[in-house]
């Protein structure tokens, strides 16, 4: 009877970081008996280094270690944004509990006690590797969906870096209204896919110098419910998802595609469609030339008494963008 051979694919790489040099040794000999590409250092500064230079798939990190202990290095690894999604098994020869809470506050993903067993090792970092390869792969479709959206925006000469500008924006309106750090995410990301549904607009309307028949409009209003549908499948959008489909309602109930009105349209909807509009007004568009901040004011704050926009977001935005223009004469 044959017997069977568990593939484990070796573009995994794995970092030990462990001061002791037999565990250190031992621990990079038992996974690379599984075909991890396994490096091992001896200090929190040298994985730092290394995750800087090639970021690993998983790090094995001993909780004790001279200088910034391994709890100090799970700690700011999870607090930046560029590793907090690789996975960190602690090493500890701690007690349980007192492992796991401190573990838990930094982020940890997982816990092993020394000594380690090899069998518990190997199901830990598989169970692990499973999960980031599975979060890659989200990273990846999320990935393709942005670069969609900014070859729908590459259409227009126009629109060139208006999705960066709305991303930039959106945040900054929502970081001035102390929304939470995950509504900031999602409007930085709604800034970017607000209006991927494009993609299914011909050019002649996209592109179209003049204004629209009602023909075009129709087709031109359906492209929030498209971006919407494509999307959808991506979990991790949920919180875009309404951004993308309610930017053009209005507060009088008069936008679309659900003619929503008031608070029913959804705050970061309501966020990402008062920086779109100014950067409309703001920027060139085959129908216009670029305004003045002062023009373009005026323009909102008519257009929120005639109950197009949330006023109240739109006067923090408007005190946002003045302070800006005031640090920028007194920087120049």
């Known amino acids: 009877m044959e017997k069977t051979v568990e593939l484990v694919p070796k573009a995994f790489r794995v970092l030990v970081v462990d ?7 031992l621990t990079q000999e038992m996974l690379g008996l599984k075909q991890y590409q396994v490096s091992a250092v001896g200090s929190a500064d040298a994985a730092l280094a290394q995750v800087r230079e090639q970021p690993p798939d998983l790090i094995l990190l001993d909780v004790v270690m001279p200088g910034r202990s391994g709890i100090e290095l799970c700690r700011e690894l999870k607090e930046n944004d560029a590793t907090r999604l690789i996975p960190v098994i602690l090493i500890t020869g701690l007690s349980e509990r007192e492992a796991k ?3 838990i506050e930094a982020g940890a993903d997982d816990f092993l006690n020394k000594p380690v067993d090899p ?5 830990r970092v598989k169970s692990l590797l499973k999960l980031k390869q599975f979060t890659d792969e989200l990273e990846n479709a999320e990935t393709v969906l942005f670069s969609l959206a900014l070859g729908v925006e590459a259409r227009d000469p126009y629109t060139e870096g208006h999705c960066a500008r709305l991303a930039d924006a959106a945040a900054e309106l929502g970081e001035a209204m102390q929304l939470p750090r995950e509504d900031i995410v999602a409007l930085r990301r709604g ?6 549904g494009k993609i ?4 002649a309307i996209l592109r179209k110098p003049g204004p629209l028949d009602a023909q075009e409009a129709a087709v031109m209003r359906c492209h929030p419910v498209t971006g919407e549908q494509i999307c959808r499948p991506l979990r991790s959008l949920h919180r875009v998802l ?3 489909r309610h930017h053009h309602e209005h507060w009088n109930g008069r936008g ?3 003619g929503l009105a008031g608070e029913s349209i959804p705050l970061l909807a309501r966020v990402l469609q008062i920086v779109d509009a100014y950067d409309a007004l703001t920027s060139s568009r085959p129908y216009k030339p670029a305004w003045p901040h002062a023009q373009a004011k005026v ?4 257009e929120a008494r005639e109950r197009w926009w949330d006023e109240s977001i739109l006067r923090i935005f408007l005190r946002q963008v003045e302070e800006q223009h005031r640090l920028q004469r007194r920087a120049g």
Do not use: C, K, M, N
């Not at 001061?19 to 040794?25: A, G, I």
């Not at 069998?119 to 199901?123: D, G, S, T």
């Not at 800034?191 to 991927?196: F, P």
């Open 19 to 25: 001061d002791d040099e037999v565990s250190r040794l």
């Open 101 to 103: 809470l401190q573990g």
């Open 119 to 123: 069998q518990e090792l190997f199901a």
């Open 191 to 196: 800034g970017v896919l607000h209006d991927i």
């Open 200 to 203: 299914a607009v011909p050019d």
């Open 242 to 244: 309404p951004i993308i």
């Open 256 to 258: 679309y595609p659900d």
């Open 299 to 302: 323009t909102l704050l008519t």
